[in-house]
Structure formats: C-alpha cells, structure tokens
C-alpha cells in the first residue's frame, strides 16, 4: 500500500536563552499532529530547529559574554532537552548554523530569488525591532514602542538588498483567498488578507557585514550578512535536504503543515509564500497559528519575572500530566493563562480520577474475576456510544481544535467509568453476565488508548502493556471486538496531585 507522506514543521526557536512554555506548547502540538498522522498510517516527516542568527542571538551572546556559536550551542542544548523530556517525536531537527546542510539552501534560494528580478539594492532608513527581528511600521507601534515588544526600535540607515515583496500581493491574496494556501484559524486568515490588501512593501533582505556579521553570507557579495527571516524560512527547505537529498526533498516537498504562533505570520503568510513563488517552488499547503501563552495574565518576560519554565514544570508535574494540560486545557488556536492550579485540576480529574481510575477499576475486577483472561467477545451500549468517537475525533484534529479532540475522547472515557458505576460490577455473581460488561469496559479502555495516543503517548504506552499489547497502536485497530488475551495489571497511572 502506497503511504500518503505528510510533511509538518513548527517554527524554528531562538536560541538567545533557554525554551520556555510557549516554546513547547508549539512542539507539543505538533507532536500530537505528527502522531496521530502515523497512527493513520501516513509517512510523516516531522521538522522542528532553531534559529541561531541575527541581532537577537548575537547580541544575547555578548551579554553572556560568550562567542556566539558557544552560546547558541548551549541554548539548543536546551530545546533538544526538552523535546526528549516531553518525547516529541521530530524526525530531524535543523539548526540555522549547520553549514553543510543549512547554508548552501538559503544562499541557493538567495541567488534564485536575484535570476527572478526580485533582489535589488537600495538606500534605506527604517526602524528596526529587534525583538520582531524585522522593520516596523508606525501602524506596528503604540506610544512610540513595538506593540508586541514594548520596546523602542532602533533606527537603521544602511544600504541594503531587497525583496520586491509587493510584486506579489495579487497573487498572494488569492492564494490566501481561495484556501490554495489555508490560514486556521479563519480569524488570522482574514487578518493577514486585511493586512496584505493594505498594500505590501519591499523590504530588506540583507544587513551590512559591518553592522552584522553573524549569518549567512550573501552569495556574490561577501559585505552584505542575509536578512535573519530570509536565512531562517528556508530551513523548511534544508531541513528535508534541499541541497543535500534531492530524493527525500522531492519526497516531502511541499510542507503539508506549518504551525507558527500569532506574532510571527506575516512571515509565513506573506514573506514566505512570496519567496516560493519567486524561486518557483510549490506553496505549502497549510498554516496552523496557535495563540499565545501568558503567565500570571501578563507576557511572559524575565524582566516580569513571570517565565514559565518547561523544566521545572516537568520536575513538579511530569510530562505527561504538562502534555496532557498544553493540550487538551489550552483552546490550540487561541491565547490562554498557563495556570498551574488548572494545570492540577485537570490532571486530577481527566488523568488520575477519570482515566486512571478507570484502568485500575477494570483491571482489578478483571485479574480477581477472570483471572486475567479477556472475557469473550461482546458487543453492547458501548460499542454504540464508540461508534462516532474516531471520525469526530479525526475531522477535530484536521480542524485544529486539539482541546476539542481531547474532550470527545474523554466523553468516552467517562462514559465507561459511568458504565462501571451504573452496573456495579462487583455485586453480578453471574460470570457470563459480568463477562460481557468486563468485555466492553475492557475494550474501551483498548480503543481510548489508540485516541489518547497522540496526546498522551507514554500513558497510553503504559495502559496498552497492561491490556497485553505488544504492537504499535494504529488507526486501523479502532475496530471494535479486537481485544483478546490476557491482561496483566500494572501499577497505578496517575497519582492525584495534591496542593
Ligand atoms: N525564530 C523565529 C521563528 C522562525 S521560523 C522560520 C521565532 N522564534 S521564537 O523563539 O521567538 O518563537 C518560536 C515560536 O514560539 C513561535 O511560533 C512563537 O510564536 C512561539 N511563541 C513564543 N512565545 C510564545 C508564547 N508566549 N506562547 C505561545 N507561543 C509562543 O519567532
């Protein structure tokens, strides 16, 4: 059977300090996105890296008193932690420092963009964010500060190279408009199509070598250091080997997905589709924009004091228990408070009462019961209340609502444990009776950790072995009946967290 390749990207992180929670709330999701493609079956290519040039990165460098490369090496160090800690499942990770696979992509696509007429030099003041790593416009600042930044830009006089963006903005609007290119949710796609429709500018590609020296080189003209965002959006193309691997690009090319964050789209939905179009490349197909974290109602800043830090609250809580909470207690598309008491909450009652317990009431009655043998298959109300979960579960997750996606999952999971309390197993003496009620809870739990695994993916690991299951789950397995064998109950799953 031929595989649908699927090919998903998040963003790529600075490494001017350590990931915070943002950071891996992207990673998280993408994650679920992935998994849940190769539970379908689909050969997926997930690309997640950091961006490690720019004056950012640069001048944080200098701050920790530190060569540049030492000090973004230390910081991807970091994201590469964290990824393992909360088992993300990337395929590959690209670095924008990687010389061999990284630079000969955006110096290539540089000198293509220059054989279309889209490159070209000239005098130019602006104000510079260093934050946004890009110039502002007025309309991009409140009381004379960047709105997203709250800071002062800088202003440049330099001369530069640059892009003839506003040559596309026709073909862009289209592209947005006719869901060719798709922007999710709808609320951002009509955002950025009011923003484009506002008129698009050129803009500068390059910095002088002078001024910034850490980046890629131009091609053809060593004074001039490539544009942060120009180097760092072709890593989409590096990272499945542009250069290096013309066979697995032909492969993944174009992206399936790109998941960003709200700040950073005008990039992925102006800049970057018109840089494709100039080279010639296909458009990606969609971009998923997720909101923003804030902590304590504020922007997380160290300054605030208020950053949340992925580490910590893996070493309080668990990875599963800051998954579970990232995903199915954050709405995906929009912004939300990162509140460890809800975080709690929520593991408490989905993961240690609702499916925890679960797991161990069914298990403990099956072991005492049956001695461990799966009871003969049967098909009754739960079978039925399943019916529905998997296609609804499937159009959420296409959809980009991943907390919805959870909670029809876990409608079925209380489901079952409102089927244990209403038939009271404990009390049937008739083992035919009992089997068949132990049969469909068993069953349940089966097909709820094929769903969950996406999610939760140690979890449901953990449940499957105690069902006596040794295979991968796939999507296919969301058959009912297909539970058999003997299980062999485990430890407890969750611990309720207590404050
Ligand atoms: N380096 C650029 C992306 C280049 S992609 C070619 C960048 N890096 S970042 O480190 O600032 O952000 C990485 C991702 O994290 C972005 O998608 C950004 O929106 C996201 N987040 C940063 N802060 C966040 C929160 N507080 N909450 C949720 N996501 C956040 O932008």
Redesign the pocket.
């Known amino acids: 059977m031929i595989k649908n390749k699927f090919y998903i990207t998040t ?4 490494t001017n300090g350590p990931p ?1 929670i ?2 891996a ?2 990673e998280i999701q993408a994650d679920a996105i992935a998994r849940f493609h190769r539970l379908k079956g689909d050969d997926v290519f997930f690309l997640t890296g950091s ?1 490690e040039h720019g004056i950012k990165n640069f001048r944080a460098a200098k701050e920790a008193d530190k060569t540049p490369q030492a000090f973004v090496n230390i910081n991807t160090g970091y994201i590469k932690e964290i990824l393992k800690l909360f088992k993300v499942s990337n395929t590959d990770y690209i670095r924008t420092t990687d010389k061999e696979r990284h630079w000969p992509t955006a110096q290539d696509i540089w000198t293509k963009l220059v054989k279309s007429g889209d490159i070209y030099k000239k005098e130019y003041e602006g104000k510079y964010c260093t934050g946004c790593e890009a110039f502002v416009k007025d309309s991009d600042l409140f009381q004379g500060k960047c709105k997203l930044h709250n800071k002062e830009p800088e202003i440049l006089h330099e001369e530069n190279y640059f892009f003839k963006l506003s040559k596309y903005q026709n073909q862009l609007i289209k592209l947005i408009e006719s869901d060719e290119y798709k922007i999710i949710p709808t609320s951002k796609k009509n955002e950025i199509l009011n923003f484009i429709k506002t008129g698009l500018e050129d803009v500068s590609f390059s910095r002088s070598k002078e001024k910034l020296s850490w980046g890629i080189p131009v091609p053809g003209d060593e004074t001039h250091t490539m544009y942060v ?1 120009c180097d ?2 072709t ?1 989409y193309l590096s990272g499945i080997g542009y250069t290096t691997d013309k066979e697995k690009f032909n492969k993944y090319w174009p992206a399936d997905v790109h998941l ?5 789209i005008r ?1 992925h939905a102006v800049f970057w589709p018109a840089m494709l179009l100039s080279v010639g490349l296909p458009l990606p197909k969609q971009l998923l924009v ?5 902590s304590r109602g504020k ?2 800043s160290k300054s605030t004091g208020n950053v949340i830090d992925p580490l910590t609250q893996i070493q309080k809580y668990g990875p599963e228990a800051v998954r579970y909470y990232l995903l199915a207690g954050i709405t995906s598309d929009d912004d939300a408070d990162y509140s460890n008491a809800e975080l709690i909450s929520k593991t408490n009652s989905d993961l240690a009462n609702g499916l925890g317990n679960l797991v161990n009431r069914v298990l403990t009655l099956t072991e005492k019961n049956f001695d461990g043998k799966v009871p003969p298959k049967y098909d009754g109300e739960i079978k039925e209340k399943f019916k529905d979960v998997p296609t609804k579960v499937e159009n959420l997750i296409n959809e980009f609502k991943l907390h919805h996606a959870v909670e029809e999952i876990m409608k079925f999971v209380y489901e079952l444990n409102k089927y244990v309390n209403d038939k009271e197993p404990w009390k049937i003496k008739d083992k035919d009776e009992l089997g068949k009620i132990m049969y469909e809870l068993l069953e349940g739990i089966r097909l709820s950790s094929i769903l969950l695994h996406p999610f939760v993916p140690d979890t449901c690991d953990r449940i499957r072995e105690q069902l006596g299951l040794t295979e991968a789950p796939v999507w296919k397995d969301l058959e009912w009946g297909k539970l058999e064998g003997k299980i062999i109950k485990g430890e407890v799953l969750f611990k309720k967290i207590e404050v």
């Open positions: 963003s790529i992180i600075y915070h943002g950071h709330l992207e961006d965002w760092a959006l890593n960003v964050g709200k700040d950073i990039f997720h909101g923003f974290l804030s922007k997380m």
